[in-house]
């Protein structure tokens, strides 16, 4: 089968399995590893196309689950597609609205059919089945759909987590089967699994069997210790084919983005550089810097020193800081558009370091600048 997206390796890594690729899409060719911005709702929050494109962004993440309550998918096919709805050339992921729902909790009832729920806008009643899952993102139009899949909590026990593994690989066949436009849209299976070995190759083995075009690993960064997160991402990622994207959802911050990257990561994910904007939090080369703190009152220099984003080319941290204070909306802008430059440019050095042989030194010197995550 000819896929709509495929993935290219370009180089490996010696000294770990960090690996340099590229994936093509019919919106552009993305240079991996990536961090890919959310923009839930159609947008990245406080963030316009443009700026988006200028600081390097190659592809960024929708949501089915909250498009289709607001302003519903049959709007946005009208309207072209989201690409053309929110004016963004290249590529789209979309999040199949799974994680979504489950986390309604009392909100929510899961039966084989699908998860029947209420809206946390209105209250009203809605079905989302993987046929519709699946409807919906193909009205999107998005380059990369996601399987629905049911998202354990953590923790769980082995039984719940057994028996949600397989009706998510029962979902994915049928999302596969209802899959309408092969041409122009691919879609991805989610490993779960918990925090079971075994269950997690079980997973995998039932998934890849499938032949999609790329992978993700759902079900981390739930609440988890982060040891324990790292020794379940280190095999998981093993149990991936190596000719395809293999994608970790729901993370950003860079030390989870650099141990994803060296166990063969290629795709991230997460809010978290929006959100911690508008609560006045910034990523910089040494470490987080929490502007609405008293010592920045009158400190003129940049944001950060050794960053060229809009940001910190024009404003002092003082200025920063009065804005958040104030409450105006051009601290979430300015902020919001730095933690995304940041990372933007943090995965462009990453993959330079790969092709260069020297990504554990890139690695240890970043941890070494930015301090405690």
Same mark, same amino acid.
């Given at each position: ?26 919106? @552009? ?33 929708? /949501? ?33 609205? @799974? ?5 309604? @909790? ?12 209420? *809206?946390?806008?209105?209250?009203? *009643? ?33 039984? !719940? ?10 979902? $994915? ?12 849209? %691919? ?41 324990? =997160? ?18 970790? =959802? ?5 030390? !989870? ?14 809010? $978290? ?9 910034? =990523?910089?080369?040494? @470490?987080?810097?929490?502007?609405? /703190? ?11 020193? /050794? ?23 051009? %601290?979430?802008?300015? $902020? ?9 440019? =943090? ?16 690695? /240890? ?9």
């Amino acid at each position: 089968m000819k896929h709509a997206v495929t993935y290219e390796l370009i180089k490996k890594d010696t000294k770990t399995r960090a690996r340099r690729g590229r994936l093509h899409t019919p919106h @552009g060719t993305i240079e991996t590893p990536v961090f890919m911005p959310v923009g839930t709702a159609g947008t990245v929050k406080a963030m316009k196309p443009e700026s988006l494109k200028e600081m390097g962004a190659q592809i960024i993440l929708s /949501n089915t689950y909250h498009l289709y309550l607001r302003p519903g998918h049959e709007l946005v096919r009208e309207a072209g597609g989201l690409h053309k709805f929110m004016n963004w050339d290249r590529a789209i992921l979309t999040d199949s609205g @799974g994680f979504q729902v489950f986390s309604l @909790g009392d909100l929510r009832k899961i039966t084989e059919e699908g998860v029947k729920f209420r *809206s946390h806008i209105d209250g009203s *009643s809605h079905m989302l089945t993987p046929e519709k899952s699946m409807e919906i993102q193909n009205a999107l139009g998005s380059d990369i759909m996601m399987a629905f899949d049911e998202c354990a909590p953590y923790p769980a026990d082995r039984d !719940y987590v057994k028996h949600s593994l397989e009706r998510t690989t029962r979902w $994915l066949k049928r999302c596969k089967d209802y899959h309408q436009n092969m041409e122009n849209q %691919s879609l991805f299976g989610i490993m779960q699994g918990g925090m079971y070995r075994d269950l997690r190759e079980e997973s995998a083995k039932a998934i890849v069997d499938l032949d999609l075009p790329g992978y993700a690993i759902g079900g981390l960064s739930v609440g988890e210790p982060k040891d324990l =997160m790292l020794e379940v991402l280190d095999y998981s990622a093993d149990f991936l084919p190596a000719d395809k994207a293999r994608y970790l =959802m729901g993370v950003g911050t860079p030390d !989870y983005l650099f141990e994803g990257v060296e166990r063969g990561v290629d795709m991230f994910d997460c809010v $978290l550089p929006t959100r911690i904007a508008r609560n006045g939090t910034a =990523m910089t080369s040494r @470490g987080k810097v929490v502007i609405k /703190n008293a010592k920045y009152q009158k400190d003129f220099s940049p944001l950060d020193p /050794n960053c060229d984003c809009y940001t910190c080319r024009n404003y002092s941290r003082a200025y920063l800081r009065h804005l958040f204070k104030a409450n105006e909306i051009l %601290s979430s802008m300015l $902020l919001s558009e730095h933690n995304l430059y940041f990372l933007v440019k =943090m995965m462009e050095n990453i993959r330079k370091a790969i092709e260069e042989d020297r990504f554990t030194e890139y690695k /240890n010197e970043f941890y070494e600048a930015y301090g405690p995550f």
